[in-house]
């Protein structure tokens, strides 16, 4: 972020903001030194200064560690945003000033899996080579709150099309949903994977989004007969590691583990003899224009995945989008 140390906030410094959302995150003065390259003294300098210039608190302890108060999250959310907005115009800027391109930052919710990435990229430079594609992390997390922050102006994500006036969503299509095994488990010769026939067999899960409502409980329905192995780990790569060394199973959206399918490392059979499926969107912003560059990479997405079969095949998508 050239030339952003040089910025001021009214009374606070800009690495004052990223004190506070890196405390946000961590919970730990030691955990936010190390993110933010610096050492723990200056943190604590950094974080007194900060409560000296507003005149209130905006750190508290709790039993799971530090927090900010609602103060300190108030301020946080407002400097992510105007941080993430400033950042975009830098960089759309300097490739402006560079090709003449203008630049879209793009992410995915959940899967920080980009197999596909290459082939759409080839797409995009036929159909609109004034667009230049960057990758945003954050919507891993938090696709939608990383739209109104800024610091993506593209979310792909799936369920249902955000309600909320402020995204406007265009569909991909539908992608099966699977459990997922080695081909050595003992389940992988059944035609249908599920609590039903799992037994003591280890589920591991893993966070959809930090967004509420992203869970497959909530996406799915609770299942007839619970799981009784349930093991949480902190992303869903950790997960293929550990299914692939045919520790356990869990349930993928079928194109995130398309590559692992195709070299046979994993195997995926359906979670109901009916099959399910969730929609995946593209959303932006309901307050860019529809031509801008983020609705003109929205629709070129939309339009890879609906007329090329090399897309499909990558994307794992099995039905049209509507």
């Given at each position: 972020?050239k030339?952003i140390?040089?910025?001021?906030?009214?009374?606070?410094?800009v690495?004052?903001l990223?004190l506070l959302?890196?405390?946000?995150?961590?919970g730990?003065m030691?955990?936010?030194a190390?993110?933010?390259?610096?050492?723990?003294s200056?943190?604590?300098?950094r974080l007194?200064?900060?409560?000296?210039?507003?005149?209130?608190?905006?750190?508290?302890?709790t039993?799971r560690?530090?927090?900010?108060?609602?103060?300190?999250?108030?301020?946080?959310?407002?400097?992510?945003?105007?941080?993430?907005?400033?950042?975009?115009?830098?960089?759309?800027?300097?490739?402006?000033?560079?090709?003449?391109?203008?630049?879209?930052?793009?992410?995915?919710?959940t899967?920080?899996?980009?197999h596909w990435?290459p082939?759409?990229?080839?797409?995009?430079?036929?159909?609109?080579?004034?667009?230049s594609?960057?990758?945003?992390g954050?919507?891993?997390?938090?696709?939608?709150?990383?739209?109104?922050?800024?610091?993506?102006?593209?979310s792909?994500?799936?369920g249902?099309?955000?309600?909320?006036?402020s995204?406007?969503?265009?569909?991909?299509?539908?992608?099966?949903?699977v459990?997922?095994?080695?081909?050595?488990?003992?389940?992988?010769?059944e035609a249908v994977?599920?609590?039903?026939?799992m037994?003591?067999?280890?589920?591991?899960?893993y966070?959809?989004?930090?967004?509420?409502?992203f869970?497959?409980?909530?996406?799915?329905g609770?299942?007839?007969?619970?799981?009784?192995?349930?093991?949480?780990?902190?992303t869903?790569?950790?997960?293929i590691?550990?299914?692939?060394?045919?520790f356990g199973?869990?349930i993928?959206?079928?194109?995130?583990?398309e590559?692992?399918?195709a070299d046979?490392?994993?195997?995926?059979?359906?979670?109901s003899?009916e099959?399910?499926?969730l929609d995946?969107?593209?959303?932006?912003?309901?307050?860019?224009?529809?031509?801008g560059?983020?609705?003109?990479?929205?629709?070129?997405l939309?339009?890879?995945?609906?007329?090329?079969?090399?897309?499909?095949?990558?994307?794992a998508?099995?039905?049209?989008?509507?």
């Open positions: 972020m030339y140390h040089t910025i001021m906030i009214p009374r606070l410094a690495h004052h990223t959302s890196a405390l946000a995150d961590t730990s030691t955990a936010s190390a993110r933010l390259g610096v050492t723990q200056a943190i604590s300098h007194r200064e900060a409560e000296r210039r507003l005149g209130l608190p905006l750190v508290q302890r039993d560690g530090l927090a900010l108060t609602a103060e300190g999250e108030r301020i946080r959310r407002l400097g992510e945003k105007f941080l993430g907005e400033l950042f975009r115009l830098e960089q759309e800027l300097e490739a402006s000033a560079k090709d003449s391109r203008l630049l879209v930052r793009l992410g995915q919710a899967y920080s899996r980009y990435l082939a759409f990229l080839d797409h995009l430079e036929k159909v609109d080579p004034n667009l594609v960057d990758l945003s954050r919507a891993t997390g938090h696709p939608l709150e990383a739209l109104l922050d800024g610091s993506v102006d593209v792909l994500i799936f249902r099309a955000p309600a909320l006036a995204f406007r969503a265009i569909k991909l299509a539908a992608d099966p949903i459990a997922v095994l080695s081909p050595n488990h003992r389940l992988a010769q994977v599920n609590s039903l026939n037994g003591n067999e280890r589920f591991f899960t966070p959809l989004t930090a967004e509420p409502g869970d497959w409980t909530t996406l799915l609770a299942p007839t007969v619970p799981f009784r192995r349930l093991t949480h780990m902190p869903p790569e950790a997960v590691d550990l299914i692939r060394a045919n199973v869990a993928f959206s079928r194109w995130a583990i590559p692992e399918l046979s490392t994993l195997v995926a059979r359906p979670i003899e099959g399910i499926s995946w969107w593209c959303v932006t912003r309901a307050s860019d224009p529809e031509d560059p983020a609705g003109r990479l929205a629709r070129a939309a339009n890879w995945g609906r007329n090329s079969d090399h897309a499909l095949s990558t994307l998508f099995e039905t049209e989008p509507t």
